[in-house]
T-cell receptor
């Protein structure tokens, strides 16, 4: 399968703990995006990478959130000192540079539950 | 700031009906518009992508239209089936590499 892969699919943690999610984009897709989706809402943009450069961050991405894409391939999203309000589905998407139509391809998401 | 609204929030129809889902956006300076399907607890599956210069796109029983000047898009589903039951999300792209702004979705139930 060459789609966007996310890990873990589900994570349950206690308030105050740190969690990390990983995203592997479609091979050769230079652009990688993180979105957050709470129940009953549409996804909200968090951040965007082109290769290893983080080009845009939403105000939703507080100081407790950090995203990296060190070699321009996979990306990680870390949440420090989790709060109950962080409970959500974290979605990763990728798109190519060449011939870019702006179409995004999403993974299955990582669901976070903070107790 | 771009805002995207989807109407209705929920829709229940009998199998075989043709139906229309609506999406409106406040800023007409868009790069593209994308319709997605989301099954419960799952990620997003891209259905149709319309570039800002296009008026419509078709895939099988799905047809999406775009009217930039009025800030509207519609997703038409022909001969609906129970397997079409899902949440349908509309998203607007501001430029070639930036964020998508999503609506809250329309939850569709097709009854056998």
């Amino acid at each position: 399968d060459t789609g966007v892969s996310q890990d873990p699919r589900h994570k349950i943690t206690k308030r105050g703990q740190n969690v990390t999610f990983r995203c592997d984009p479609i091979s050769e897709h230079n652009r990688l995006y993180w979105y957050r989706q709470t129940l009953g809402q549409g996804p909200e943009f968090l951040t965007y990478f082109q290769n290893e450069a983080q080009l845009e961050k939403s105000r939703l991405l507080s100081d407790r959130f950090s995203a990296e894409r060190p070699k321009g391939s996979f990306s990680t999203l870390e949440i420090q000192r989790t709060e109950q309000g962080d409970s959500a589905m974290y979605l990763c998407a990728s798109s190519p540079d060449r011939g870019n139509t702006g179409e995004l391809f999403f993974g299955e998401g990582s669901r976070l539950t903070v107790l | 700031k771009q805002e995207v609204t989807q109407i209705p929030a929920a829709l229940s129809v009998p199998e075989g009906e043709n139906l229309v889902l609506n999406c409106s956006f406040t800023d007409s300076a868009i790069y593209n518009l994308q319709w997605f399907r989301q099954d419960p607890g799952k990620g997003l599956t891209s259905l149709l992508l319309i570039q800002s210069s296009q008026r419509e796109q078709t895939s099988g029983r799905l047809n999406a239209s775009l009217d930039k000047s009025s800030g509207r898009s519609t997703l038409y589903i022909a001969a609906s089936q129970p397997g079409d039951s899902a949440t349908y999300l509309c998203a607007v792209g501001g430029d070639s590499g930036s964020r998508l702004t999503f609506g809250e979705g329309t939850q569709l139930t097709v009854n056998p």
